[in-house]
């Protein structure tokens, strides 16, 4: 069935079978030596055409077990609520409605002269802002881009250094767009567990150290869990990241303009290739997909690339809406009290729940809190459901195994809604 003389060749009539269905998911591809023999040919041709088809996703090596044809995974759980249900939806992870800026009074100032092919790609006011904004995040001299939202960065920034099939060292528990993000773009998601203080450094260390080409970092608002690094992990990853200065360092901190907790300096002074994500998402909101990209001059050299080849520029629009909110002093006393409202309602449910004796808890940032299980999930989300709360479980947060807990998006709460919410998590865990 399997023909060819060439690597190339006999990848090409693989790729045929499997697209075809010859060749069905789960099957295991005929072992080196034998296909050789089969076709006549050396049994590094084989190998070669083995080699391709693993790094380009349609086939998974198994080392001494053999090389197997990919099967396709599940579809994995996207972000957002449900807006038709009867419940109390804590599930989608987005920011309050009513703390998102009325963008209709900022359309008067939107320019009205027509960008075209050629112009800049980030008008300079926004870029002169950006830059301000995001100069105690750079390790050194940088570029700032603009992408359509956190994922599309760090998508585009994966695909221009890494390969097919690379590992990239992420938190576990990860966000479920990151693990969507990988898996569908091929790369191979190799899980760093976390604690109230983030990545653990003898985790990340092992995965750098097991071949991992990137690192991707979230130093505050963690989603699923709302934890934020604290100044000594940083310093610690920070002096592991300094060791692997390969290694490219993606720090997703898409709450930043929102978040109560400190930055503290990640990027190691070794690392040759690095980027700072700041989303506009949980800010100005969801629909507005405009993120800001701060990064070393080569990687950004990389991402204009990947940009031109596409949509070559975020809307005009878009950035006109943003610089027009961001720089509004009316709206950036808004933004100090929503980052104050968050905080207190993190605080608040943190407090409820440790005055009725649930102590395996950490306070977060955010708008996500995470309760942690010792059990599958469902049954806890279940009896909160007859209670009257829709909540996320936690299982499809987990890279390679289930994470057991609850996100609780938190954002939309008032003061008796958390008192009422503590009491029946505290019935549902009595069950």
């Not at 112009?119 to 802002?129: F, G, K, N, T």
Request: charged share 20%; net charge neutral; hydrophobic share 40%.
């Amino acid at each position: 069935m399997i023909d060819g003389k060439s690597a190339s060749e006999i990848f090409d009539s693989i790729r045929q079978h499997i697209t075809s269905g010859k060749l069905a998911k789960g099957q295991t591809l005929p072992p080196v030596r034998e296909l050789a023999a089969q076709l006549d040919v050396n049994r590094n041709t084989v190998a070669a055409a083995y080699k391709r088809l693993v790094t380009s996703g349609l086939a998974l090596s198994l080392g001494r077990n053999g090389t197997v044809v990919k099967e396709t995974p599940p579809p994995i759980a996207l972000e957002g609520g449900n807006p038709h249900s009867p419940l109390t939806d804590l599930s989608s992870g987005n920011p309050d409605p009513a703390r998102l800026p009325d963008l209709s009074q900022y359309l008067p100032r939107i320019n009205r002269t027509p960008r075209l092919y050629g112009d800049a790609s980030v008008s300079s006011e926004l870029s002169q802002w950006a830059r301000a904004w995001m100069q105690e995040t750079l390790p050194a001299d940088g570029e700032i881009d603009l992408t359509s939202g956190a994922i599309d960065a760090i998508e585009r920034l994966l695909c221009a250094h890494l390969l097919p099939g690379d590992s990239v060292a992420v938190e576990d528990p990860c966000f479920l767009s990151s693990i969507s993000m990988l898996r569908y773009s091929g790369f191979t998601a190799s899980p760093v567990k976390i604690d109230e203080e983030g990545m653990l450094p003898e985790k990340l260390e092992e995965a750098l150290s097991k071949g991992a080409r990137a690192v991707i970092i979230t130093p505050r608002a963690h989603n699923p869990t709302g934890y934020s690094l604290s100044k000594a992990r940083a310093a610690k990853l920070q002096h592991i990241l300094n060791r692997y200065p390969q290694v490219l360092v993606i720090v997703d901190d898409h709450f930043a303009l929102v978040s109560s907790a400190p930055w503290y300096p990640i990027i190691a002074p070794q690392t040759l290739h690095w980027a700072v994500v700041r989303s506009m998402s949980k800010t100005l909101g969801p629909d507005l997909r405009l993120a800001f990209v701060a990064s070393d001059i080569a990687t950004s050299a990389k991402l204009r690339l990947r940009l031109n080849s596409g949509s070559q520029w975020v809307s005009h629009l878009l950035q006109d809406l943003a610089y027009a909110c961001l720089s509004d002093e009316s709206y950036q006393q808004s933004l100090a009290e929503t980052r104050k409202l968050y905080a207190a309602k993190q605080h608040k449910l943190y407090s409820a729940l440790r005055a009725r004796g649930i102590n395996n808890i950490a306070p977060g940032d955010g708008l996500n809190f995470w309760l942690p299980l010792g059990h599958a999930s469902q049954s806890t989300a279940f009896a909160l459901a007859k209670a009257g709360w829709l909540v996320r479980e936690g299982e499809p947060f987990g890279v390679n195994a289930p994470a057991q807990g609850l996100r609780i998006t938190i954002s939309t709460l008032n003061d008796s809604d958390i008192t009422r919410l503590a009491a029946d998590i505290h019935q549902a865990l009595s069950l």
